[in-house]
């Protein structure tokens, strides 16, 4: 569950958020705080990966996730089932949910950091499918970063080295479902709810756990009830963090420092597990995050110049 249930994109363009003042310290300081308590949640669930099949894993953190979600509407005086238009929810969820059994099942597998540095193409195949099938304006100069950023990829997957894991596909797919999820979301409603995004896709992924349990679950063991509550309450602290980072901070000031989450998973990786990268897998995750800025920052000067 690596990426918050609400993308940079729908938080960014709303009318409510850009309102506020602009503080570009505090948002970056969201933003590190939100890549962080991310990580965090993502240690946990490879933590619990071992024990529980996926769909397991899902259905718990999904189901809590959705419970904060409605407690949240609840001091603010909204309905979870208010949403002018149910179908893009319905569509968001479902790829969410494509994305997070990918991701869990990469945990099972592959290294902590490489899992999460693959998953961060998504901003490359975002531009690709913007311009694909919404029709946007994609210059040479950000259709050239994608393809250096590919080249980052594949500097992490190594395709021709010997270790070469067939795993290695999920986390792509991760980045691909996420890029067709924001996609969806681009089309939601403008000033629809962050906290019913949240919910409806938490629904959608516990429902999408609980159909597995007909291939059998694990008994839950008492202690790991607390790593799964943590978990889904360091989620929902993450994606308060990211929507207020782009409340307070321009996007061409804040959104390099989405990348800082690559660090803190390097460090969980080495600290817990023991994993540290080769040399090509950190040449690999400097040019993605060098690539993904690079898009970012020309996507930013594009707004302006609308």
Not at 43 to 72: D, E, M, N
Not at 98 to 108: H, K
Not at 253 to 281: C, D, H, K, N
Request: charged residues 10%; positive net charge; glycine residues 8%.
């Amino acid at each position: 569950m690596m990426h918050p249930l609400l993308p940079d994109q729908a938080s960014q363009s709303s009318p409510i958020l850009n309102t506020t003042p602009v503080n570009n310290l505090r948002g970056i300081a969201c933003m590190v705080s939100a890549g962080l308590f991310l990580v965090t949640t993502d240690a946990i669930t490879k933590w619990l990966v071992p024990h529980y099949p996926a769909g397991q894993i899902l259905f718990i953190q999904g189901s809590l996730i959705s419970l904060i979600a409605i407690l949240c509407m609840r001091t603010r005086g909204e309905s979870p089932l208010a949403a002018p238009r149910w179908r893009p929810h319905i569509y968001r969820g479902v790829l969410y949910v494509i994305g997070a059994f990918a991701f869990l099942i990469a945990l099972r597998y592959l290294a902590f950091a490489e899992v999460i540095a693959i998953a961060f193409a998504g901003p490359m195949f975002m531009t690709l499918l913007g311009k694909i099938f919404l029709g946007e304006q994609v210059g040479w100069h950000r259709l050239g970063a994608v393809l250096v950023g590919f080249v980052g990829v594949l500097f992490v997957i190594q395709p021709t080295g010997d270790a070469l894991h067939w795993a290695v596909v999920l986390p792509l797919i991760v980045a691909l479902s996420d890029a067709i999820r924001d996609l969806v979301t681009r089309q939601m409603a403008t000033g629809e709810s962050n906290f019913r995004v949240v919910f409806s896709t938490a629904a959608i992924l516990a429902t999408g756990g609980l159909l597995t349990a007909v291939a059998g679950w694990n008994e839950l063991r008492p202690e790991d009830l607390l790593w799964f509550a943590l978990s889904s309450c360091t989620f929902v602290i993450a994606h308060f963090l990211m929507v207020e980072a782009y409340r307070h901070g321009q996007l061409a000031a804040i959104a390099p420092f989405r990348y800082i989450q690559i660090i803190w998973a390097i460090l969980a990786g080495w600290l817990i597990w023991g994993e540290m990268p080769s040399t090509a897998v950190f040449t690999g995750i400097g040019i993605i995050c060098a690539s993904g800025i690079y898009i970012a920052w020309r996507e930013a000067l594009a707004r302006r110049g609308a």
